[in-house]
């Protein structure tokens, strides 16, 4: 069983910079693909950003352009640096082990407790 703890997340004003972290315990990480969910209030979860093992990324259409995720393998964490933030993407923000297909993108963990990111002025 992975335990994910993600970490970073805080009120920032619209424009501002942040980078979320998530540490994953076990012994597969370097093998797992990643990915950063978030879920604002009254939405469902949507995926946010995936790496897989190899590094290939892909993005949410709303957060092209602004967000990146990068992993560390030597670290078991994965990162979510998001720039030029928006009142909009103000939500709990959550990792997950991924698999990552041609068509969808799998969550295979359990959800952990997620870190927030309220972006207001």
């Known amino acids: 069983q992975v335990q994910l703890l993600e970490s970073g997340g805080g009120l920032v004003q619209p424009g501002d910079s942040v980078r979320l972290s998530c540490a994953a315990s076990?012994?597969?990480?370097?093998?797992?693909?990643m990915g950063w969910y978030r879920q604002a209030p009254g939405k469902q979860r949507e995926l946010v950003a995936a790496?897989?093992?190899?590094?290939?990324?892909n993005y949410a259409d709303s957060v092209k352009g602004r967000f990146a995720i990068s992993r560390d393998n030597a670290k078991n964490t994965v990162y979510l640096q998001m720039n030029s933030l928006k009142p909009e993407d103000t939500a709990v923000y959550y990792c997950?082990?991924?698999?990552?297909?041609?068509?969808?993108?799998?969550?295979?963990?359990?959800w952990g407790q997620g870190t927030q990111v309220t972006v207001s002025s």
């Open positions: 997950n082990v991924v698999k990552v297909l041609s068509f969808r993108t799998i969550p295979i963990s359990s």
């Open positions: 790496i897989t093992s190899g590094g290939r990324t």
């Open positions: 076990g012994s597969t990480f370097s093998i797992n693909d």
